[in-house]
């Protein structure tokens, strides 16, 4: 099968040539189909599958014949790097259409946003927090949207804006198609499946477990020699383009900092970085300046690297679904890729799962010429935080007399914050720094 049984508009079908695509991969043979008859779909497929050029074709053969400058098509995404790989898949398959499309997200200026919204696209790629204040504020229209994409809808749930979306919905017309496309299906995505689809067509594609052109390996570690083990296995393995997972992204700056000190090409992706920076970091990952990229979980997400030799667990995923999302990222476009995964005693209940979902026991390896009897230092010396540089006094005018006498004596009573002021700010600082980190 190849791409011209599709009969995609000339226009579309040479963006497609441009970018030497030849035969649709499984989830593009199914998906396409049925969108391009205008049916809603329910997409089950890993990162790494191809699923954007799946809704992304259909869509432009949608918009191509009718008016120009209004949203007619809006797709959410969980993350910006997510949303901006969209953003750049739309533009080079729709180079010919002169469709126009542009993201909205969080950590950026809004004004450039709204400038791009007023003079008028055709496809808007957004991340729910920015969306929803867009919308408050009165700056997008979604009452000319004929086609909802929800990509990567599992992520939202994990990310917590399922009610975002919700509240997104109620802004769009009753009448139009609705994709959604998920690597999962957790109870609470079948039941927004339920909510905001009609009578869908459900393709499937190896959505179960990880791709089988990755094969697995695990290297139990104490905790304190992870890093030592790193280092002693890059030395020892012929690698292209690595993908390192961590749990946290203090961790994952840390090591970033300690390859980089060693001698390679190493980057870090984690949410404490400014837009800009975590754009640098990508192109450089993508464009071969760095060897290796550094992340969290959801920092990578909407990483679409396709030479991706070799992912490395510093840490053990909390789920299994986690885990098929990491190493999805390796052993794609029909190449072979490594899954390496540094375990302690404790994460040994997630292992299990990991060897129930792929069907069999995962080898389990040692490293010649390394040294595990290394004990443990008394504290944290490689990840503990700095402590924080001591606090400089503010200067303060002399006092004499009277107010002196005032300075010294102690208050009857401490100083009391306005009623609630304190409850409220714990309540609500989480949340809303949870929510604008990857609007």
């Given amino acids: 099968m190849s791409f011209s049984s599709f009969k995609l508009h000339p226009q579309i079908a040479a963006g497609v040539k441009a970018l030497g695509f030849e035969t649709p991969t499984p989830i593009q043979t199914q998906a396409i189909p049925p969108v391009l008859a205008g049916k809603d779909v329910m997409g089950l497929a890993q990162t790494g599958t191809g699923k954007t050029a799946a809704f992304v074709l259909p869509i432009l053969e949608r918009l191509l014949p009718g008016p120009r400058g209004r949203v007619r098509s809006l797709i959410v995404a969980p993350t910006r790097e997510l949303a901006e790989q969209i953003h750049v898949s739309i533009g080079e398959l729709g180079r010919n259409t002169h469709l126009k499309s542009c993201t909205i997200y969080g950590g950026v200026g809004v004004n450039p946003q709204i400038q791009k919204l007023r003079a008028g696209v055709d496809i808007v790629v957004a991340c729910p927090g920015r969306l929803l204040d867009h919308l408050n504020q009165s700056t997008i229209n979604l009452e000319s949207v004929e086609v909802l994409v929800l990509d990567e809808a599992d992520r939202m749930f994990d990310m917590g804006f399922l009610p975002d979306v919700r509240r997104i919905i109620k802004h769009l017309p009753q009448k139009r198609q609705t994709l959604m496309f998920s690597a999962t299906m957790p109870d609470d995505i079948r039941k927004l499946t339920n909510e905001v689809l009609h009578d869908p067509i459900t393709v499937k594609v190896g959505h179960t477990a990880p791709a089988n052109t990755v094969s697995h390996a695990l290297y139990p570690v104490e905790q304190h020699l992870k890093t030592a083990l790193l280092m002693e296995l890059l030395k020892q393995t012929d690698t ?5 997972f961590t749990r946290t992204k203090h961790r994952a700056k840390r090591i970033g900092q300690q390859l980089g000190n060693a001698g390679y090409k190493a980057a870090s992706l984690q949410g404490n970085l400014s837009q800009n920076k975590r754009q640098d970091a990508l192109d450089g990952f993508r464009d071969g300046s760095y060897q290796i990229l550094v992340a969290t979980d959801i920092a990578a997400r909407g990483i679409d690297v396709l030479s991706i030799s070799h992912v490395i667990n510093y840490d053990i995923p909390d789920t299994t679904d986690a885990y098929t999302h990491r190493i999805g990222r390796t052993g794609r476009a029909a190449k072979t890729g490594d899954a390496f995964t540094f375990v302690c005693r404790e994460d040994e209940p997630v292992i299990k799962g990991i060897e129930r979902v792929l069907g069999e026991r ?30 400089r006094p503010r200067s303060k005018p002399a006092q004499t007399g009277a107010s002196m006498d005032a300075a010294v004596r102690p208050p009857a009573r401490p100083a009391r914050p306005s009623r609630g002021t304190a409850h409220r700010g714990a309540a609500t600082a989480a949340p809303v720094q949870g929510r604008r980190g990857q609007r």
């Fill in 240 to 244: 292209e383009s690595i993908l390192i």
């Fill in 362 to 391: 995962i080898e389990r390896r040692i490293l010649k010429g390394f040294d595990y009897t290394k004990s443990a230092p008394a504290r944290d010396a490689e990840f503990a935080r700095p402590p924080r540089p001591p606090q």
